[in-house]
Structure formats: C-alpha cells, structure tokens
Nanobody
Framework: QVQLLESGGGLVTTGGSLRLSCAATGRSFSSGTMAWFRQAPGEEREFVAAIFRRGGSTYYGDSVKGRFAISRDSAKNTVYLQMNSLKPEDTAVYYC???????????????????WGQGTQVTVSS
C-alpha cells in the first residue's frame, strides 16, 4: 500500500507562485508514474503533470505548459509541482497520484492511477 500526502497549497494573487509537495510512504516502487491532477468545483478532474520515476521524463497538460514544472527527489520519495504565473483559472483542489505500472498512453487519465492523496487547495485571486 502507498500513502500520498500533499502540502503547499494556499492563497496567492494572480502572477504569483506556489510549490506543492507530495510525499509517498509505504510500499516503494522504483518504476511507474507520479502525477498531479486538479479539480475545480463542478468540473472533472484534470491532468496537470506527470513524471516517470525511472528516467524522469515529464509531461504536462496544455493549460499549464510553460508555467508549471514537475520534479522528483527519489531519495525523499517526494514529487514537487512548481507553479508560476498563476491565474484565477488555476484555482482548484490539487491531487497527487501514483501508479506502479502506467505506460505513456495511460498517464493522462485519472482512472489509471491506483493511489491518491487527500488533495490540497490552491486559490488564485484576481
């Protein structure tokens, strides 16, 4: 079993920055994928970014490309999401997700991940 704990959310004004962290505990796995999704009220859960644990390749949703960056610290079993140039439309609950078996074609869909954190609120005021 894997537990994911997010932190770093909060309130920021337009153009500001935040860094989210996701610490994974429990069963560790050297391969697979860790990702960030977000969900605004009344909306579906949206893919934000993903990183392969082996190799470190990164992938982003179109709405955050060039503004957000996902990274990992393997020694700490932690994934980060650096969010810059934040906009009011980035306001959402951000969730960390992980899976040990994903392939590239599956990383975009929330239904493919087995492990989820509890979420952290990010609010961007205009």
């Amino acid at each position: 079993q894997v537990q994911l704990l997010e932190s770093g959310g909060g309130l920021v004004t337009t153009g500001g920055s935040l860094r989210l962290s996701c610490a994974a505990t429990g069963r560790s796995f050297s391969s697979g994928t860790m990702a960030w999704f977000r969900q605004a009220p009344g909306e579906e859960r949206e893919f934000v970014a993903a990183i392969f644990r082996r190799g470190g390749s990164t992938y982003y949703g179109d709405s955050v490309k060039g503004r957000f960056a996902i990274s990992r610290d393997s020694a700490k079993n932690t994934v980060y999401l650096q969010m810059n140039s934040l906009k009011p439309e980035d306001t959402a609950v951000y969730y960390c997700a992980a899976d040990s078996t994903l392939i590239l074609s599956s990383i975009w869909g929330a239904e493919h991940y087995d492990y989820w954190g509890q979420g952290t609120q990010v609010t961007v005021s205009s």
